[in-house]
């Protein structure tokens, strides 16, 4: 873990109690009028600080609501901007909702077969194979 998940990944650890929020309690807070947003597991409200954000509101508005971690992180945030993410820390998302959140650990790879790659798997070959052979037959009677 990076950035803010290592530095506040628990509120108890600052003694204080920790508040737990629903996944749908923090879908309902996808406005300019209440924005929070749902980083390395703990959840923001962003709302008073939409107007201040470098990037502009609308870049916490379309995360507002949702889990915003990996656009937080690819960021790349100065050692400030971790440090001002206390003041609008509210809480943890409650245990039984983090695996709405969590990439796959192994992440899947599709490939995509293509109707082409039986034509150049076995049957162009085999037609240069038989050009070939017919070719040297013919140069090899001749002589």
């Known amino acids: 873990m990076s950035g803010l998940g290592a530095s506040w990944n628990n509120m108890a650890e600052n003694k204080e109690e920790v508040k737990y929020y629903r ?12 924005a929070w947003i749902h980083i390395n597991n ?23 609501g949702g889990d915003a971690t990996e656009a937080f992180e690819d960021v790349g945030h100065s050692k400030d901007a971790l440090e001002m993410t206390k003041q609008y820390l509210i809480g943890e998302l409650h245990p039984d909702d983090r695996d709405a959140f969590e990439t796959p650990k192994n992440p899947v790879i599709v490939t995509e077969t293509s109707e082409s790659s ?26």
């Open 23 to 34: 996944l749908e309690e923090l879908k309902q807070h996808c406005s300019s009028n209440s």
């Open 42 to 64: 703990n959840i923001y409200d962003v709302t008073n600080f939409l107007d201040q954000h470098p990037g502009g509101e609308e870049v916490l508005i379309e995360q507002a």
């Open 118 to 143: 039986w034509w150049y798997g076995w049957i162009i070959p085999a037609i240069a194979g038989v050009t070939a052979a017919f070719w040297y037959r013919v140069f090899v009677a001749d002589h």
